[in-house]
Each structure stands twice: as structure tokens, then as C-alpha cells.
């Protein structure tokens, strides 16, 4: 069964670092999302993704994060300078729409990026 | 801005129980999602729905659009089952929104 990716499974950076997060939607999927989970909290929505741009983003997606579709499978969420709070689980999802406009289809997960930043 | 609300935070039961996790939400929807976290990390997803009931195995999930509460059952429980149980919904925009998970452990 065709699954979501994501690379590395742990990243360990010093404050003020930029990071790359990886992450291989499944391939026919068309909207891609970031999530992330700060340990012992909820899950927050990031940003998605459709069509080469930003569809939506939530307030927690400021301008040291960017995202990018830089070839037909990759999926990137940059962090251009870390901060000890952006340590979290950052998790891709991806989907495909439901025909006619209507309700979106399932979302897919990846099994996460563990971000720790010293 | 939804608000949703999981009940219980933590249910410990014994195995072959029947066991009933809850969702509320505040605002229309259009869709709601189940899924399993494990404690590695990795979220599943179980469910989505937008109305009336879906089945997949072991695993019912139900949802009243009109009282915006949904139910996930796990029937004959096991230790397996162990994992936090989250509720999300997808209103007007793309993102979901999440509860809190709901902690469950299936002792044998």
C-alpha cells in the first residue's frame, strides 16, 4: 500500500540553524499539509499545499517557515532560523480530492520528523 | 474557531471490553477524522466521515452531524488497540483541527 515519507526521523539542530524537513507524498495525491505536535500537546495545522502554492496556513506559519514542491515527489518545509520552541514532531500528510469540489478526501500521514533544537 | 473536545483523556480497560471514545465539536463541519497515534509517533488515519456510520473491522465510527458529536467503539479490545485516539475536523478551510487524543491502555 502506497504510504507517505518523510526524512530524517530525528533532526538535531543548534539554535539559529536552518533545517530541511523531507517529505515523499503519496503519488497521485494532489494536496500536500505540514503539521506539527509540540511533545504533550495537540496537533497544529501548518500549511497545505495544491497546485504549486500555498493553499492555506494557519498563524503558527510566519515567515521563517516556507514550503516547496521542488521536483515531482519531494514536499520540503524549511525553517530558516530555529528557535528552542520550534522543537516538535513535524508530520506531512498528503490526499486526493473527492470529485465534483465536494468534501476532501482522507488525509495520509507520514510517521513524522522528531525536530530537536538545542 | 472550532473547539473540540475529547472525553475520556484516559480509559484503561481489560481486553474483549467494548470500549467508547467521544468527540465533540463546536462549529459545522465538513468532515471529521479518526485516527491512531502510536507511541512512536506515527498518526494513522482510521475514519473520515461526514455523516452516519462507517465500519472497518473491530472499529465503528459514528457521527450526529446535528448535536456535532462523534463516537469511535472498538469492539473485543486488545492489548494492541493501545494508542491516544484523536479526533479531527475540517470545517471551510484545508487544515484540520485536532483534539487532544484521548490515551487509551487494553490490559490482557
Known amino acids: 500500500e502506497p504510504e507517505v515519507t518523510q526524512t530524517p526521523s530525528h533532526q538535531v539542530t543548534q539554535m539559529g540553524q536552518e533545517v530541511i524537513l523531507r517529505c515523499v507524498p503519496i503519488s497521485n495525491h494532489l494536496y500536500f499539509y505540514w503539521y506539527r505536535q509540540i511533545l504533550g500537546q495537540k496537533v497544529e495545522f501548518l500549511v497545505s499545499?495544491?497546485?504549486?502554492?500555498?493553499?492555506?496556513k494557519s498563524e503558527i506559519f510566519d515567515d521563517q517557515f516556507s514550503v516547496e514542491r521542488p521536483d515531482g515527489s519531494n514536499f520540503t518545509l524549511k525553517i530558516r532560523s530555529t528557535k528552542l520552541e520550534d522543537s516538535a514532531m513535524y508530520f506531512c500528510?498528503?490526499?486526493?480530492?473527492?470529485?465534483?469540489?465536494?468534501?476532501?478526501?482522507?488525509?495520509?500521514f507520514g510517521p513524522g520528523t522528531r525536530l530537536t533544537v538545542l | 474557531k472550532n473547539e473540540v473536545e475529547q472525553s475520556p483523556q484516559n480509559l484503561t480497560a481489560q481486553e474483549g471490553e467494548f470500549i467508547t471514545i467521544n468527540c465533540s465539536y463546536s462549529v459545522g463541519i465538513s468532515a471529521l477524522h479518526w485516527l491512531q497515534q502510536h507511541p512512536g509517533g506515527g498518526i494513522v488515519s482510521l475514519f473520515m466521515l461526514s455523516s452516519g456510520k462507517k465500519k472497518h473491522g473491530r472499529l465503528i465510527a459514528t457521527i450526529n452531524i446535528q448535536e456535532k458529536h462523534s463516537s469511535l467503539h472498538i469492539t473485543a479490545s486488545h492489548p494492541r488497540d493501545s494508542a491516544v485516539y484523536i479526533c479531527?475536523?475540517?470545517?471551510?478551510?484545508?487544515?484540520?483541527?485536532f483534539g487532544k487524543g484521548t490515551h487509551l491502555i487494553i490490559q490482557p
Open positions: 499545499f495544491y497546485n504549486n502554492e500555498i493553499s492555506e
Open positions: 500528510a498528503s490526499s486526493i480530492p473527492s470529485g465534483g469540489g465536494g468534501v476532501k478526501d482522507t488525509q495520509y
Open positions: 479531527a475536523v475540517r470545517g471551510g478551510a484545508d487544515g484540520l483541527t
